[in-house]
Structure formats: C-alpha cells, structure tokens
C-alpha cells in the first residue's frame, strides 16, 4: 500500500509555544489530506480536511485560528498548533487519500504524540 | 451526517478462539467499509475492506460481512493469536463524499 509519513514522531513544548507537524505522501499525490486527533483510548476525531491548493475544511468544534492547516503540494501538509496548552496534548495522525479501484483509500502517517508542558 | 457504531467496546478471547466485532451504520448511501487494526502507539493499519455489491470478503483468518439491508457489517477473525490483540476500528464512506467516519473502537485481548 501507499507510504504516508509524519514528522516529528513526538514533540515536547511549553504552553504558549508553536509546533508544526507535517505530513508527507511517499509515493503516491494526495489532493486532499485528513488531520485527526485521538485522546487514550479513544477513537479517531477527525479535526479537518486539507485540501492541496485551497483552505482547509474544519470539523465542527476544531478552532481553525488555532489549528493551522497548510497543503501547499500535492505531498505535504503541515499542521501548526499555536499557542499550545496543556489540553492540546495528544496523539495526531495524519492521513492521505488516494483513488484505487474507483475507491478512494485513505492510509494513515505513523503519528505524532504532542505533550505540552 | 453518517454515524458509525461499534460493539463491543472491549473483547476479550482465548487463543484459538474467534473473535466478532460488529458495526452499525447511519447513511444508507455510503458503499466503503474499511476495518483498521490500531497498535498501542502505532497509526491505524487497514487489514481489510468491504464494497457495498459485496456480501462477504475473505482473507486468510480474517473476514468481513456487508448486511446493507440492515446497515451493519461484521469482522470475523478466527484462530486467534496473541498478535492480533490490538485496538479495531470500523468506518464508513460514501465513494462521492470525502472523509470516513469511525466507530469507537474495540479493544481485542487474545489471552494465550
């Protein structure tokens, strides 16, 4: 299957700090990217849908100003979380679409784990 | 908007044993079901998919089942292995919309 991959793998910040998260599709174009978050033991909570070339789409609930979102090709996305707080510690994945079969399949980057300080 | 339920929450089974996991589905107009399979720490893995002109899919000790009548679909894993003990996760998508929906998870412990 397609490679998807995420960096950093996990990062510590302090509150009130920036930390940018990208996500890049190895071997395959991406038009459209997904951002989740997931808590422990929780399922996956979609945050928002990056589109190549245009704005983002956020999930209902998911501040955009504080969630920044960048597709500015065709293999990478960025997400920016500003102004980090203690409450924005969690697991985000990244995942990216391609069309196999008439079927859009999605495969998830490995995760970065974000703990604010 | 589709929703996607799962049961049960937790599932715990003897090596050798099999193991279901059932979901449930709102939209009837989503066609793509996909089952991930999640590692503590690891990101979510598809180990199989069903589309909705199929009833059942098969793939070694793992299998699906599509009930689009009722709007649930199943996995089935049979002889179980410690090594499936893992987080599962069912979603669905309609082919024209753009994002899945997942279910809340389940839990395998596969004890040996």
């Known amino acids: 299957g397609a490679v998807v991959s995420q960096h950093p793998s996990w990062v510590i910040c302090k509150s009130g700090t920036s930390v940018k998260i990208e996500c890049r599709s190895l071997?395959?174009?991406?038009?459209?990217m997904f951002w989740y978050r997931q808590f422990p033991k929780q399922s996956l909570m979609l945050m928002a849908t990056s589109n190549e070339g245009s704005k983002a789409t956020y999930e209902q609930g998911v501040e955009k100003d504080k969630f920044l979102i960048n597709h500015a090709s065709l293999t990478l996305s960025t997400l920016t979380v500003t102004s980090a707080h203690p409450e924005d510690s969690s697991f985000y994945i990244c995942?990216?679409?391609?069309?196999?079969?008439?079927?859009?399949?999605?495969?998830f980057g490995p995760g970065t784990r974000l703990t604010v300080t | 908007g589709e929703n996607v339920e799962q049961h049960p929450s937790t599932l715990s089974v003897q090596e050798g044993d099999s193991a279901v996991i059932k979901c449930t589905y709102s939209?009837?107009?989503?066609?793509?079901f996909p089952w991930y399979k999640q590692e503590l720490g690891k990101r979510p893995q598809l180990i199989i998919d069903i589309r909705s002109n199929v009833g059942e899919k098969k793939d070694q000790r793992i299998a699906v089942t599509l009930n689009k009548t009722a709007k649930h679909f199943s996995l089935h894993i049979t002889e179980t292995q410690p090594e499936d003990s893992a987080v599962y996760f069912c979603a669905a998508i309609k082919a024209a919309g753009n994002k899945l929906t997942f279910g809340g998870g389940t839990r395998v412990l596969v004890k040996p």
């Open positions: 071997d395959f174009q991406a038009t459209t």
């Open positions: 939209d009837s107009a989503s066609n793509y």
């Open positions: 995942s990216a679409r391609e069309l196999a079969g008439g079927v859009y399949e999605q495969y």
